[in-house]
C-alpha cells in the first residue's frame, strides 16, 4: 500500500455533558489509502459520525474533547492545524455528504450559487466556474446542467439534491470524499443510483471513500476493506471481501446473520439479542459481552485490544476463532 493520504492512530472522543461523560469512539485506529474505500459500519450510536467529524475538527468543542490520539492528513497533524489550514482541509481536501441534502444545501442559493462559492473558495486554478459547475452536474447524472444550475434546492428531487450535493463535494476536488449514510433517505432505485454513481467516480477520479453506512448489504459492492464499529470502537478491521466471506468478530458475525435486503436499514439488530448499551454506559471489559453468544467467563473484566490475526485482519477479540 502506498503512503496513506489519512491516518488515525488511537483516537478517543468524549462527550462531558452535566450528568455524565460518553466515551464516544475509544482507540479507534485505520488509514486510507488514497483511491481507496473504507467502509465504517455499524448501529446507530458506535460513533460512527463522531469519527468522521473528527477528521477535520468539525465537532463542537465542548461538550466534544478530544481525550488522544493523532490524526494524520497526507502526514500532516490535523489536531495541531492552524485557521487557515483547516479551511483548505474542509472541503477543499476532505469533503462530506450527509444524509440529509439540506445540511449541506442552502435553500436561499441557487445551485450555481452554492457550487460557484465552493470552486471559487477551494479552486484558484478554475477561470470559467460555470463551465465547471455545467461538468459537475454532468457528471453526477444531471440532465441538462446549464438550465438546473439556476434552481433553487426546493426545486429539485430528493435524488437531484443528493447528486448536487455530491457534485458540490466533487467540484473541490477533494482527496478524501466522507459519505455519511449518503443513500439512507432516498428510495431504493435512487440509492442504488447514487451507490453507482459513487463507485464510477471513485473509479474515474482516484479519490478515497470513507463511506458510512448502517448497511452491511451494499459494503461488498463498493468497499475495499471495512471497519466496524460497536460502541464506540473498531471490532472488526478487513478487507470487504474477507469480512463478508468469513467475518471474524462475534459482533461481525451476528451483523451478518441479519443483512437486512439491499435498501432495508440495520436500525434493529433482531438476530442479536439484547440493546446497544445505553449512551455513556458501557460494560465493563469487553463492551459486547453481554450480547455475545461467545462471551467467556473473564469476557466483562478484561478489555481486549485489536490485534491482527491474520495479514490485514484486525479482531479486538482473543476467542474469535
Ligand atoms: N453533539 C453531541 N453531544 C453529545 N453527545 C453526542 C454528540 N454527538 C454525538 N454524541 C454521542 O456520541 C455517540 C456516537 O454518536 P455518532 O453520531 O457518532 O453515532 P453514529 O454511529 O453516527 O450513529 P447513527 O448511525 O445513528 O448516525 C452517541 O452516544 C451520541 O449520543
Ligand atoms: S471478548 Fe468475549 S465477549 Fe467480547 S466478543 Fe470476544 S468472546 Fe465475545
Ligand atoms: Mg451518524
Redesign the pocket.
Known amino acids: 500500500m502506498s503512503q496513506p493520504i489519512l491516518q488515525v492512530r488511537n483516537l478517543c472522543i468524549d462527550?462531558v455533558?452535566e450528568d455524565r461523560t460518553?466515551e464516544?469512539v475509544k482507540d479507534a485506529s485505520f488509514e486510507l489509502a488514497a483511491g481507496e474505500t473504507l467502509a465504517i459500519v455499524?448501529?446507530?450510536?458506535?460513533?460512527?459520525?463522531?469519527?468522521a467529524l473528527a477528521l477535520t475538527r468539525l465537532?463542537?468543542v465542548p461538550?466534544?474533547v478530544i481525550k488522544g490520539g493523532e490524526i494524520l492528513f497526507d502526514g500532516e497533524s490535523v489536531m495541531t492545524m492552524d485557521a487557515a489550514r483547516l479551511r483548505k482541509l474542509r472541503g477543499g481536501k476532505i469533503a462530506y455528504i450527509f444524509q440529509e441534502p439540506s445540511t449541506s444545501l442552502n435553500p436561499v442559493y441557487t445551485v450555481r450559487s452554492q457550487i460557484g462559492e465552493a470552486i471559487r473558495l477551494h479552486r484558484r486554478d478554475v477561470t470559467d466556474v460555470d463551465a465547471e459547475i455545467v461538468r459537475w452536474l454532468d457528471a453526477v447524472g444531471i440532465v441538462d446542467p446549464a438550465a438546473r444550475m439556476h434552481d433553487y434546492p426546493h426545486q429539485l428531487s430528493g435524488g437531484m439534491q443528493q447528486r448536487v450535493m455530491i457534485a458540490m463535494a466533487l467540484a473541490c476536488q477533494p482527496d478524501v470524499l466522507v459519505a455519511?449514510?449518503p443513500t439512507t433517505a432516498l428510495d431504493v432505485t435512487i440509492q442504488a443510483q447514487i451507490l453507482e454513481l459513487l463507485r464510477e467516480l471513485k473509479q474515474r477520479l482516484r479519490m478515497s471513500i470513507l463511506l458510512?453506512t448502517?448497511n452491511l448489504g451494499i459494503v461488498g459492492d463498493i468497499a475495499d476493506r471495512v471497519a466496524v464499529?460497536y460502541a464506540?470502537q473498531i471490532v472488526e478491521l478487513s478487507p470487504a471481501r474477507a469480512l463478508l466471506q468469513r467475518p471474524l468478530h462475534p459482533y461481525t458475525q451476528a451483523l451478518m446473520n441479519s443483512v437486512p435486503q439491499l435498501g432495508h436499514e440495520l436500525e434493529r439488530l433482531q438476530a442479536i439479542p439484547g440493546n446497544v448499551p445505553n449512551?455513556?454506559q458501557f460494560p465493563s471489559g469487553c463492551r459486547f459481552h453481554p450480547r455475545c453468544p461467545k462471551a467467556q467467563s473473564d469476557c466483562s473484566q478484561k478489555a481486549p485490544e485489536l490485534v491482527e490475526v491474520e495479514p490485514g485482519r484486525w479482531v479486538r477479540c482473543p476467542y474469535w476463532k
Open positions: 462527550f455533558l460518553i464516544a455499524g448501529e446507530s450510536g458506535s460513533g460512527k459520525s463522531v469519527t465537532l463542537p461538550p466534544a455519511d449514510e458510512i448502517h464499529m464506540g449512551l455513556g
